[in-house]
């Protein structure tokens, strides 16, 4: 039976076999493409980005600037385009029409048959899509960075990538993580998009998103999950490293804060854009194509620095029809320590508003770069402890992003000679 | 209107706490998080402006916190011992005046 996502299309896995991928590579024009660009390869052929079949033409990306939506009216809100300069596009003698191969780590990745070339007024689709053209905002910045003309068309893997340990258990694509969910028996699910080792604060926020997701659904068995849905991409100093990232969260349902039969960890490729409420609007739609049935949005939801106000997502997402976009929002309150309670509460429980303890995954970085180890309630000694085992295992004695990191670690995913 | 104050958080471990009881200011720690000790040190918005510019991993924490984070630990050691050396959390216009 047909798997439909979002904007009511089916996903179809967009990858050719081995024998057949020799023989439709042979005599096209190979060409390198970086690490985002190979991430959305990734995305667009297993499913992620469906309806999208390939890069966006211009019709497509003009759609999401002026109106959030493709020029077919489905929802998207971020461009998803392939860009070039005018002289690699005269160098190779591409013109639209042609099909090349675009390849990775200098093996062949996937096809991309090459309908539309063209440009954009670049500050005024950073205007459209993150409000501001100002470049100390990292969106910006990497879209105002794009080379001047781009390519729209389709693409075809061509080259399954391997997956790396430890990231290979978490590679769930689309068709299979909709099995997974109906293996489970989950008839709701909401998703925790993440970026950040989990302390209690982002535990008790999957609990609450939990509960809000399971509303009148029936106890008598677990019917309700919470999928982990971990964006690896691009890295800051600073930030955790991606092992440590994907491995504690898991860790919550290996040492029991969940169980197997309420929550899943899984990854998506994706460079962040921090575009706040439009890369909200993103988030669901891939994760409705995961199949998911609701999405966790806290506050600033992908937001960076004062470009957003706190609630932007949330009132942009309430904008948005449920058929247009068939996923729940569940709106998150913060969660924090109250001392007099002794716990971990909602700022929209506890009345002991003097004595509250507010505290964020960059506090927890800092308390953890101090040399301290939290207390259990603020962050799970399990998790703590992989953390350090993880800065020993893959990150050079550090759990957090550092050059040395970033030069020499394995990467998430490789690509491989192809082998007919 | 009182001037905000942007917390910078010493995270008191065991070295830290050492220090402070010989140096007879382990009350100057405050409890937080259901247990750890800290000592506050407190910036206004130019100490904030400053930091953030000299030291460009630390982050202000506007969502959550409103507090100064990701120092690196030899800065707050730095600081740290300047608490210990003047005896006072009121130490930034001091530390600063180096850099």
């Avoid at chain 1, 207390?375 to 953390?387: G, M, Q, S, W, Y």
Wanted: aromatic share 10%; hydrophobic share 40%; with cysteine.
């Amino acid at each position: 039976m047909a798997e439909i996502g979002h904007g009511g299309k089916e996903i179809v896995e967009r990858i050719l076999e081995p024998a057949e991928a020799a023989e439709k590579i042979k005599g096209l024009k190979a060409i390198p493409i970086r690490s985002q660009i190979a991430n959305e390869v990734i995305d667009i052929s297993y499913g992620w980005f469906t309806p999208l079949q390939g890069f966006m033409n211009k019709a497509d990306a003009d759609g999401v600037c002026r109106s959030t939506q493709l020029a077919d009216g489905t929802v998207w809100s971020i461009p998803i385009i392939f860009d070039m300069t005018e002289a690699q596009i005269s160098d190779y003698g591409i013109k639209e029409g042609d099909t090349v191969l675009l390849t990775y780590m200098d093996n062949p990745m996937a096809i991309f048959e090459i309908e539309d070339i063209w440009s954009y007024d670049m500050e005024d689709m950073c205007q459209c899509i993150f409000g501001t053209a100002d470049q100390k905002h990292p969106g910006v910045l990497r879209t105002c960075g794009y080379k001047e003309k781009f390519l729209g068309g389709k693409i075809t893997l061509v080259n399954r990538p391997k997956i790396n340990p430890p990231y290979d258990a978490y590679f769930i694509p689309p068709l299979e993580m909709r099995k997974k969910f109906k293996e489970k028996g989950w008839q709701a699910s909401v998703v925790h998009q993440t970026r950040n080792v989990p302390h209690t604060g982002h535990e008790w926020l999957m609990k609450g998103a939990w509960a809000q997701a399971y509303g009148g659904l029936p106890i008598e068995k677990p019917i309700v999950g919470v999928l982990v849905n971990a964006i690896i991409g691009a890295k800051r100093k600073g930030d955790y490293i991606d092992e440590a990232i994907i491995l504690c969260q898991d860790e919550l349902r290996k040492s029991g804060y969940f169980a197997d039969y309420n929550h899943m960890t899984s990854l998506t490729f994706w460079d962040m854009r921090y575009a706040g409420p439009k890369e909200a609007i993103f988030h669901a739609c891939i994760r409705v194509n995961l199949g998911l049935t609701h999405h966790m949005y806290g506050r600033d939801h992908a937001g960076v620095g004062d470009y957003y106000d706190p609630y932007d997502a949330h009132r942009l997402l309430q904008s948005i029809p449920k058929e247009k976009l068939n996923i729940t929002p569940v709106y998150s309150m913060n969660w924090l320590y109250c001392p007099h309670c002794g716990e971990i509460t909602n700022e929209g429980l506890c009345g002991h508003k003097k004595e509250w303890q507010k505290f964020s995954g960059t506090l927890i970085r800092s308390i953890v770069m101090d040399g301290v180890k939290p207390p259990r309630l603020i962050f799970r000694p399990e998790v703590f402890d992989l953390v350090m085992e993880c800065a020993e295992k893959y990150g050079f004695g550090s759990p957090f992003v550092t050059d040395k990191y970033l030069e020499n670690r394995t990467p998430v995913f490789s690509i491989e000679p192809l082998s007919a | 209107m009182a001037e905000e104050k942007y917390p910078i958080n010493l995270w008191v471990n065991e070295e830290r706490y050492d220090k402070l009881q010989k140096a007879n200011l382990a009350d100057m720690c405050a409890e937080k998080l259901a247990g750890m000790k800290v000592i506050q040190v407190f910036a206004n918005d130019a100490q904030k402006d400053k930091i953030l510019k000299v030291f460009p991993t630390a982050k202000f924490d506007t969502a959550t916190t409103r507090s100064i984070e990701l120092l690196p630990k030899k800065v707050k050691d730095a600081i740290f011992d300047k608490v210990i050396e003047k005896q006072n959390p009121d130490i930034l216009d001091d530390f600063l005046s180096a850099y």
